[in-house]
């Protein structure tokens, strides 16, 4: 299988997005809330609503990051926090490079969708599904695509997203136009490169930004945007932000993980979590030296369970903060 779309699609290195002003709300049930009743997981620019402010929490997070690396197997951490409701933010190390990894897939994602808004038709074309051994899973997630089947554009794109599938990543980038592609990096201010952009360097604020961008529905229309959003609620890798947020509240998030030379390791996940009352943007993204990559699941979850506790503390002062259990 000939890959030479999907190189240039994974060639990614770039500028980071001017910060969007967002003003968003959330309904009963942890669910966000919406100018209308036919989206979950966007807020295209909601105006007019106030909300309680957070007091930062950076320090707390700074100090489990410290542990860690005193721990061993986790040598440095990065993380960019922003309330979607209003506004505050802060960051550890987020200018600190790392390799994306699989959070490439999202654009490639958004390009189609992008597509789709004047050619639906994109989404419905069959395409095989075959394995190449270039584009070996890193073993974090489950596969469930089978070899030699026809699936249409866009169920492969859920399976890229929720599975971190490479090979569907590869059929894909393979079967869109070059110009999709470099239309969607341009947006965000990315250029291709001639490198493989798992292996090159990018800092955790380019990737968060691009959840936001869907949340606001800045860039695709709120059809796909929402549709956007819904895949990355369904991926299947579990034990980083998800395992810190209690299962009532939805969480749309991608991780990347990457083993480099030797046992060097990087693992990363970026979400938005729909807490009740104050949703929020979380990007952590880790390095370190290890056979598997527990250590560095282990840190990003402690990190989702002091947000999640901080978040609803603060906004939920007449009942105790619902906190998630870490194993």
């Known amino acids: 299988m000939?890959?030479?779309a999907t190189k240039a699609l994974f060639l990614l290195a770039g500028a980071l997005l001017t910060?969007?002003?967002?003003?968003?709300?959330?309904?009963?049930?942890?669910?966000?809330?919406?100018?209308s009743h036919e989206h979950r997981f966007i807020n295209p620019l909601l105006e007019?609503?106030?909300?309680?402010?957070?007091?930062?929490?950076?320090?707390?997070?700074?100090?489990?990051?410290?542990?860690?690396?005193?721990?061993?197997?986790v040598d440095s951490a990065a993380v960019y926090f922003r309330s979607l409701s209003e506004g505050m933010w802060f960051g550890i190390n987020e200018r600190e490079p790392f390799s994306p990894a699989s959070i490439m897939k999202v654009p490639i994602m958004m390009a189609y969708y992008k597509m789709a808004e004047k050619d639906p038709a994109i989404l419905g074309k069959n395409l095989l599904y075959m394995t190449d051994?270039?584009?070996?899973?890193?073993?974090?997630?489950?596969?469930t695509a089978v070899p030699g089947k026809l699936y249409t554009a866009e169920q492969l794109i859920g399976i890229m997203i929720s599975e971190s599938d490479n090979s569907a990543a590869a059929i894909l980038a393979d079967n869109i136009p070059a110009d999709g592609l470099i239309n969607t990096f341009g947006f965000f201010g990315m250029a291709i490169t001639g490198k493989d952009a798992r292996d090159s360097f990018d800092s955790l604020k380019t990737s968060a930004s691009l959840l936001?961008?869907?949340?606001?529905?800045?860039?695709?229309?709120?059809?796909?945007?929402?549709?956007?959003?819904e895949h990355l609620s369904n991926c299947t890798f579990t034990d980083g932000?998800?395992?810190?947020v209690p299962a009532e509240y939805a969480v749309a998030h991608k991780f990347g993980a990457r083993?480099?030379?030797?046992?060097?390791?990087?693992?990363?996940?970026?979400?938005?979590?729909?807490?009740t009352g104050n949703p929020y943007l979380l990007s952590v993204m880790t390095k370190g030296i290890g056979k598997d990559y527990s250590n560095l699941a282990r840190l990003i979850r402690e990190i989702s369970s002091i947000t999640f506790r901080e978040v609803?503390?603060?906004?939920?002062?007449?009942?105790?903060?619902?906190?998630?259990?870490?194993?």
């Open 2 to 4: 000939k890959h030479s």
């Open 19 to 35: 910060p969007l002003t967002l003003r968003a709300g959330v309904s009963e049930g942890g669910e966000p809330a919406r100018k």
């Open 48 to 73: 007019h609503v106030k909300f309680k402010e957070l007091r930062p929490f950076k320090t707390k997070i700074q100090e489990k990051i410290e542990q860690a690396v005193k721990d061993g197997g």
């Open 133 to 143: 051994p270039q584009d070996a899973a890193e073993g974090v997630t489950p596969r």
């Open 212 to 229: 936001r961008v869907l949340y606001n529905s800045s860039y695709l229309n709120e059809e796909f945007s929402e549709k956007a959003l």
């Open 241 to 244: 932000i998800r395992a810190g």
């Open 259 to 275: 083993s480099l030379e030797g046992d060097k390791k990087q693992l990363h996940d970026v979400a938005i979590v729909y807490y």
């Open 312 to 327: 609803s503390s603060q906004h939920d002062s007449s009942s105790e903060a619902k906190t998630a259990v870490i194993e």
